[in-house]
T-cell receptor
Framework: DAKTTQPTSMDCAEGRAANLPCNHS???????VYWYRQIHSQGPQYIIH???NNETNEMASLIITEDRKSSTLILPHATLRDTAVYYC?????????????FGKGTKLSVKP | GAGVSQSPRYKVAKRGQDVALRCDPI?????LFWYQQALGQGPEFLTY????????KSGLPSDRFFAERPEGSVSTLKIQRTQQEDSAVYLC?????????????FGEGSRLTVL
């Protein structure tokens, strides 16, 4: 079973920041938080991952709370092309421990 | 192309037919995963290869499902005597890393419809 809890759906206005929350209260010390997204009819796409520090790349920022029990993915200026299902995943590493266990994700709708 | 390639993109099978789905991972990627995604659900793990070795097949739903990766690159997922409940998108993902939190790269999937 997925070790994360996410809202089922969210709306965001185009050009505004989209903040997607995720709870992972049972995360272990060696597990990472990963975010993937899936645009309709495509395979999942990697966005970002982190262990305990905040991370930023060209796509998004990841804010992880100090106790690591929750995190927020931030898309700073959402566009219509960011409409997708966003998956927050807790993941170990090494062999099939590196497998991604997907939940149902958050369906983000970016509206004009 | 440089990404994970899957074929066919779409497959329609009559119930009872055998199907084979192919995955070409990114060159040099050691790890390969197969997932099954039913409509409206997140992808679910089927099986994992490290090079040619199938190290985890705990997600395969029945003995009608079989996967192989004989030379450690291309992989084939075979489904025998297909049933309607096998209708889903089958996703393949590959990763360079053996250890460490390597990124998984996904193909666009093969959509199987069993009539």
């Amino acid at each position: 079973d997925a070790k994360t809890t996410q809202p089922t759906s969210m709306d965001c206005a185009e050009g505004r920041a989209a903040n997607l929350p995720c709870n992972h209260s049972t995360i272990s010390g060696n597990e990472y938080v990963y975010w993937y997204r899936q645009i309709h009819s495509q395979g999942p796409q990697y966005i970002i991952h982190g262990l305990k520090n905040n991370e930023t790349n060209e796509m998004a920022s990841l804010i992880i709370t100090e106790d690591r029990k929750s995190s927020t993915l931030i898309l700073p200026h959402a566009t219509l092309r960011d409409t997708a299902v966003y998956y927050c995943i807790v993941r170990g590493y090494g062999g099939s421990q590196g497998n991604l266990i997907f939940g149902k994700g958050t369906k983000l709708s970016v509206k004009p | 192309g440089a990404g994970v390639s899957q074929s066919p993109r779409y497959k329609v099978a009559k119930r009872g037919q055998d199907v084979a789905l192919r995955c070409d991972p990114i060159s040099g990627h050691v790890s390969l995963f197969w997932y099954q995604q039913a409509l409206g659900q997140g992808p679910e793990f089927l099986t994992y290869f490290q090079n040619e070795a199938q190290l985890d097949k705990s997600g395969l739903p029945s003995d009608r499902f079989f996967a192989e990766r004989p030379e450690g690159s291309v992989s084939t997922l075979k489904i025998q005597r297909t049933q309607q409940e096998d209708s889903a998108v089958y996703l393949c993902a590959s990763s360079l890393a053996l250890t460490g939190p390597g990124e998984l790269f996904f193909g666009e999937g093969s959509r199987l419809t069993v009539l």
